[in-house]
């Protein structure tokens, strides 16, 4: 019913900004009440939550992006965004949209069952 495709990654220097955006294709974000994430798997490690946002527009943010990255959605676009502020070299990692059917806030990675292909964030020191 959805597809998603990230893209706005590249490479930044630290403390400077990147936007990520999701597109979905198909319906609606908002016809498909869709709950949309962001994630971020940096080399060696496990994929780990980064932002996500509901249906209502509520926000949920891990600890370690909180205050320099927000999540924001566009329902007539069918897109999802990612502003990142003041870049750290820990925020390098390959970042990823998901998206689930549901009206609820959704921050546990196995309860999406949708996900983008990925975009590189590098972030220079």
């Known amino acids: 019913q959805v597809q998603l495709v990230e893209s706005g990654g590249g490479l930044v220097q630290a403390g400077g900004s990147l936007r990520l955006s999701c597109a979905a294709s198909g319906r609606s974000i908002g016809s498909l009440a869709l709950a949309l994430g962001w994630f971020r798997q940096a080399p060696g490690k496990e994929r780990e939550f980064v932002a996500a946002?509901?249906?209502?527009?509520?926000?949920a943010y891990a600890d370690s992006v909180k205050g320099r990255f927000t999540i924001s959605r566009d329902n007539a676009r069918n897109t999802v965004s990612l502003q990142m502020n003041s870049l750290i070299p820990e925020d390098t990692a390959v970042y990823y949209c998901?998206?689930?059917?549901?009206?609820?806030?959704?921050?546990?990675?196995?309860?999406?069952?949708?996900w983008g292909q990925g975009t590189q964030v590098t972030v220079s020191s």
């Open positions: 946002i509901a249906v209502s527009g509520s926000t």
């Open positions: 998901a998206a689930k059917r549901t009206y609820g806030m959704v921050t546990f990675q196995e309860t999406y069952d949708t």
